[in-house]
């Protein structure tokens, strides 16, 4: 639960802008006395926002008004710092879906990014669950480990309860990862990586039967070749489900306005695939 009152310094804020055609700009910022929020109206300290209460609008320097609330988690990896791309709420709110995540699971997640999914699994699993999150590249890893931490550690001032301490970041390549895998047991797999492939034949072995893998691909052909590999590699998996996930916006406003979708949003797609262990 949120911990009741105003805002403390070590938080997240969101500071939300009002733009043209009713666009919306959002800031995140992490609260400290001495810092400020700059804004396209204005700067405003953060020491006018500690010991507010969220929900409060204030004013910045030019006068523009920011409505300062605390940020939730799709929103944080929208706009935490990026190195490759995430993946986008929409597309995890699916992948959690197709892989039915429980609390106390232990999920295997190759491909680490930004830390986005990882961040999502934290929350599926529980504090009595695990996340083991493999990734080959230096500067990822690492930018996983800190976007993860910057929300532990300012979820835990701001709420009653810890974030649970249950990922495992892990700097290694998947594929030379056999020996690890051999003492794990896994209730569920995502796979968000280039070459998905080269990863199936080291962690199925790992995956309970009746265990589902999900995998996040960019595009049919990634699709087809994933197939194609498990034919070929005789993995014991089955292709329950492909989907492609869509989402819009829309912008509803008064007449003379007539309503039409906000195009000017970024719009992304991507497709998932839902593998189940066999015997």
Same mark, same amino acid.
């Given at each position: ?56 609008? @204030?004013?910045?320097?030019?006068? =523009? ?7 939730? *988690? +799709?929103?944080? $990896? %929208?706009? #935490? ?89 892990? @700097?290694?390549?998947?594929?030379? =990862? ?7 047991? *896994? +209730?569920?797999? $995502? %796979?968000? #990586? ?86």
């Amino acid at each position: 639960a949120a911990r009741p009152g105003s805002f403390r310094a070590g938080e997240l804020a969101l500071a939300e802008v009002r733009r043209k055609h009713n666009a919306t700009l959002k800031l995140l910022c992490r609260l400290e006395a001495g810092a400020v929020l700059t804004s396209p109206g204005g700067v405003l300290p953060h020491r006018h926002i500690i010991g507010q209460l969220p929900g409060q609008v @204030l004013r910045a320097s030019a006068g =523009a008004r920011l409505l300062l609330r605390r940020p939730s *988690l +799709d929103e944080y $990896v %929208l706009l #935490m710092p990026r190195g490759p791309t995430i993946a986008y709420p929409k597309d995890v709110s699916a992948l959690l879906m197709m892989m039915d995540i429980h609390p106390g699971d232990t999920v295997l997640e190759t491909g680490s990014g930004s830390g986005a999914l990882s961040l999502f699994l934290s929350r599926a699993v529980g504090p009595k669950g695990r996340v083991l999150s493999y990734e080959i590249r230096d500067d990822h890893h690492n930018l996983a480990k800190k976007n993860y931490g910057h929300w532990r550690a300012a979820w835990n001032i701001g709420h009653t309860e810890e974030w649970p301490d249950n990922v495992d970041f892990i @700097l290694k390549d998947i594929s030379t =990862a056999a020996a690890d895998m051999k003492s794990v047991t *896994l +209730d569920a797999i $995502v %796979l968000d #990586m280039l070459d998905p492939q080269s990863a199936l034949p080291i962690v199925h072995p790992s995956l309970k039967q009746g265990g589902v893998c999900a995998v996040y691909l960019a595009n049919i052909t990634q699709v087809i070749g994933l197939l194609d590999r498990i034919r070929a590699r005789k993995l014991p998996f089955l292709c329950e489900r492909i989907i492609e996930v869509t989402h819009r916006n829309w912008l509803v406003l008064p007449v003379p306005y007539i309503a039409r979708p906000s195009y000017w949003q970024e719009a992304h797609s991507a497709f998932l695939t839902k593998l189940r262990k066999f015997q």
